[in-house]
């Protein structure tokens, strides 16, 4: 299924990070309630399995899905480099949806 986040389509829903790829992208961090899936997070990583599994901000992510369960989206970008990467969260973060745990 894909998970469209601004201008880009994630893979997902993925119930844990054990089911994504170490490889370079974005992640989304969505909490699963009885209405759908709301965003919580957005980061990037050269590793997104690993990253998403040792989070420093799991606890951001806990209290924002007490009622529901974390769920996960992924995006791969093998050809774009860690400042492109950068951009295309931060375009994610300041666009329509709220995202609660992260940099503002």
Known sequence: MKFPVGKYRFDGPISSPDQMEDKPGLFVVYCLKHRGYYIIDVDESDKVKSSAQNHERLECWKENSKEGIITFAVYYTP??????????????????????????
């Open 79 to 104: 050809n774009v480099d860690k400042e492109g990467r950068k951009k295309m969260e931060e375009e994610i973060r300041h666009g329509d949806v709220f995202v609660p745990c992260g940099p503002k």
